[in-house]
Nanobody, 128 residues
Framework: VQLQASGGGLVQAGDSLRLSCAASGRTFSSAIMGWFRQAPGKERQFVAA????????YYTDSVKGRFTISRDNAKNTVYLQMNSLKLEDTAVYYC??????????????????????WGQGTQVTVSS
């Protein structure tokens, strides 16, 4: 699976942005997909994950109610809709694929170790 993230940019606090992650490879439709972010000087942090058919999702507490992860398996794409953006959302956002796991459990999918494929990252900068 190859992943290509896009959609980042410079926005003001309160604005919205939608990230996309286009995937290639036959295993996308069965893969757990996740979004992570990494701010300068900080570790990569879990943001959201979605199971293979989009029916189950997890979010980190700081984005609940503001961000929505979704996927379109017909387009091999996963999305992260980000609303009400805050300064602290500024980071490089990465999409990731877990192509081997069948079980969708929060304690597992929130870890970077669960994922075997990563996109290149897209910068999101929120200004005041």
């Amino acid at each position: 699976v190859q992943l290509q993230a896009s959609g980042g940019g410079l926005v003001q606090a309160g604005d919205s942005l939608r990230l996309s992650c286009a995937a290639s490879g036959r295993t996308f439709s069965s893969a757990i997909m996740g979004w992570f972010r990494q701010a300068p000087g900080k570790e990569r942090q879990f943001v959201a994950a979605v199971n293979w058919n989009g029916g189950s999702t997890y979010y980190t507490d700081s984005v609940k109610g503001r961000f929505t992860i979704s996927r379109d398996n017909a387009k091999n794409t996963v999305y992260l809709q980000m609303n009400s953006l805050k300064l602290e959302d500024t980071a490089v956002y990465y999409c990731a694929a877990d192509s081997a796991r069948a079980n969708f459990h929060f304690t597992v999918v929130k870890s970077t170790l669960a994922y075997d494929y990563w996109g290149q990252g897209t910068q999101v900068t929120v200004s005041s």
